[in-house]
T-cell receptor, first 113, second 114 residues
Framework: DAGVIQSPRHEVTEMGQEVTLRCKPISGHNSLFWYRQTMMRGLELLIYFNNNVPIDDSGMPEDRFSAKMPNASFSTLKIQPSEPRDSAVYFC???????????FGPGTRLTVL | GNSVTQMEGPVTLSEEAFLTINCTYTATGYPSLFWYVQYPGEGLQLLLKATKADDKGSNKGFEATYRKETTSFHLEKGSVQVSDSAVYFCALSRSGGGADGLTFGKGTHLIIQP
């Protein structure tokens, strides 16, 4: 199993640009989570989906952030427009099957200049 | 709301020393508790978990006991190795197994010197 796949691994962009982060969960998993990691705030849950349906998006910082899960094998997190304070590592995790834990991807390191 | 507090470190120990990383939590109901480990440049990996009071989670020589009376889930290891150097996160979930999102502590950076 390839594990959770995230792309890109690194993204550098300029303030005001649109950024799209991508995640492919482990096949057969029915829950998907987006987290953000910063030095100041640590790891924070942004949003999670069960069976492709957003369940809790209360962690999404503001309207500039949006997430979608059009099918069971793909999710995106979009920031439009991006700001320097969005610089962080964004993790995707998935859960399901007979495993009782969340499996994390390697993360996307976003730098907004 | 839910919260997790853990010592932030860095914690620096010599190889074969005894390790304790403290973790306390605030939550309503009966959360599940977890320790995750993050190696440089990688995502988080589940180290161990406990889903009810007095449960002990263990893996790779690490242990933690779910103490409801003290709302704690301290991580211990009897003899650390250089390969244990990483960042350790304590976390909780309102539901068993993390069916909803996890609430994490700030992380403890552990450095083991040969």
């Amino acid at each position: 199993d390839a594990g959770v796949i995230q792309s890109p691994r690194h993204e550098v962009t300029e303030m005001g640009q649109e950024v799209t982060l991508r995640c492919k969960p482990i096949s057969g998993h029915n829950s998907l989570f987006w987290y953000r990691q910063t030095m100041m705030r640590g790891l924070e849950l942004l949003i999670y989906f069960n069976n492709n349906v957003p369940i809790d998006d209360s962690g999404m910082p503001e309207d500039r952030f949006s997430a979608k899960m059009p099918n069971a094998s793909f999710s995106t997190l979009k920031i439009q427009p991006s700001e320097p304070r969005d610089s962080a590592v964004y993790f995707c995790a998935s859960k399901g099957g007979s495993y009782n834990e969340q499996f994390f991807g390697p993360g996307t390191r976003l730098t907004v200049l | 709301g839910n919260s997790v507090t853990q010592m932030e470190g860095p914690v620096t120990l010599s190889e074969e020393a005894f390790l304790t990383i403290n973790c306390t939590y605030t939550a309503t109901g009966y959360p599940s508790l977890f320790w995750y480990v993050q190696y440089p440049g990688e995502g988080l990996q589940l180290l161990l978990k406990a889903t009810k009071a007095d449960d002990k989670g263990s893996n790779k020589g690490f242990e933690a006991t779910y103490r409801k009376e003290t709302t704690s889930f301290h991580l211990e290891k009897g003899s650390v190795q250089v390969s244990d150097s990483a960042v350790y996160f304590c976390a909780l979930s309102r539901s068993g197994g993390g069916a909803d999102g996890l609430t994490f502590g700030k992380g403890t950076h552990l450095i083991i010197q040969p």
